[in-house]
T-cell receptor
Framework: GQNIDQPTEMTATEGAIVQINCTYQ??????LFWYQQHAGEAPTFLSY????GLEEKGRFSSFLSRSKGYSYLLLKELQMKDSASYLC???????????FGKGNQVVVIP | NAGVMQNPRHLVRRRGQEARLRCSPM?????VYWYRQLPEEGLKFMVY????????ESGMPKERFSAEFPKEGPSILRIQQVVRGDSAAYFC????????????????FGPGTRLTVL
C-alpha cells in the first residue's frame, strides 16, 4: 500500500518563501508529482521528480530524497494568487494511478 | 488544445437515482483516470481506463459503480442507486501514451463534477 503524509495548513506573507513537505511510503517508487488546487477548481500540474535532487521551475522548486521517502515544494516570492492547496502524489511501478496526500492549504496574506 | 472536459459540472440527485458523469480527455490522450475527492479529504483513485479497456479498477467500490471508455465518445462514470455518502467531487484526468516519449506521465485534470445527493 501507499501512505502519503502532508501537514494541513500554513499562512505566509506576500513576497516570502514557503516550504511544503511531503513524506511517503510506497513499494516500487516511480515518481512524485506536485499539484496546485484552488478551491473548487481542478488540480494543475506543477512539478515532477523521479531522481534525487532539486528541480527548479521559475518561482517553484521541488526536491526529492528517495532514501528518506521525502519531498518538498518550495514557493518563492509568494503572490496572493498562490493561496491554494498543494497536493503531493506518488506513482508506483506497475500502475499509472497516483496516490495523493490530503494536501497542504497555503494562505498568503498581504 | 482544449483541456480535459467534464460534464455536468454540478449534478444533484435524490437517493436511489442514477448519476452519469462524462469525461472527454485531452486531444491525443489515450489514458483516462477517475478520482473522487470528499470534503477535507485528498483525491482518491477509482479507476484507470484506456479505449475499450479497464486497466485498473482497484479503487472502485464493488457495487453500484461502473466505468467505461468506449471506442467513440467520452468516458462515463456511472453510479447507480446513489446514497448520501456518494456526494463528492469527481475528477477525471488524462495522460498521453508514455511510449510516445512525451512528458513524464503527468496527469491533466478536468474541472470536476460536483455530485450532491439529497
Amino acid at each position: 500500500g501507499q501512505n502519503i503524509d502532508q501537514p494541513t495548513e500554513m499562512t505566509a506573507t506576500e513576497g516570502a518563501i514557503v516550504q511544503i513537505n511531503c513524506t511517503y511510503q510506497t513499494s516500487g517508487f516511480n515518481g512524485l508529482f506536485w499539484y496546485q488546487q484552488h478551491a473548487g477548481e481542478a488540480p494543475t500540474f506543477l512539478s515532477y521528480n523521479v531522481l534525487d535532487g532539486l528541480e527548479e521551475k521559475g518561482r517553484f522548486s521541488s526536491f526529492l530524497s528517495r532514501s528518506k521517502g521525502y519531498s518538498y515544494l518550495l514557493l518563492k516570492e509568494l503572490q496572493m494568487k498562490d493561496s491554494a492547496s498543494y497536493l503531493c502524489a506518488v506513482r508506483s511501478y506497475g500502475n499509472n494511478r497516483l496516490a495523493f496526500g490530503k494536501g497542504n492549504q497555503v494562505v498568503v496574506i498581504p | 488544445n482544449a483541456g480535459v472536459m467534464q460534464n455536468p459540472r454540478h449534478l444533484v440527485r435524490r437517493r436511489g437515482q442514477e448519476a452519469r458523469l462524462r469525461c472527454s480527455p485531452m486531444k491525443g490522450h489515450s489514458h483516462v483516470y477517475w478520482y473522487r475527492q470528499l470534503p477535507e479529504e485528498g483525491l482518491k483513485f477509482m479507476v484507470y481506463l484506456q479505449k475499450e479497456n479497464i486497466i485498473d479498477e482497484s479503487g472502485m467500490p464493488k457495487e453500484r459503480f461502473s466505468a467505461e471508455f468506449p471506442k467513440e465518445g467520452p468516458s462515463i462514470l456511472r453510479i447507480q442507486q446513489v446514497v448520501r455518502g456518494d456526494s463528492a467531487a469527481y475528477f477525471c484526468a488524462s495522460s498521453p501514451d508514455q511510449t510516445s516519449g512525451r512528458g513524464q506521465g503527468e496527469q491533466f485534470f478536468g474541472p470536476g463534477t460536483r455530485l450532491t445527493v439529497l
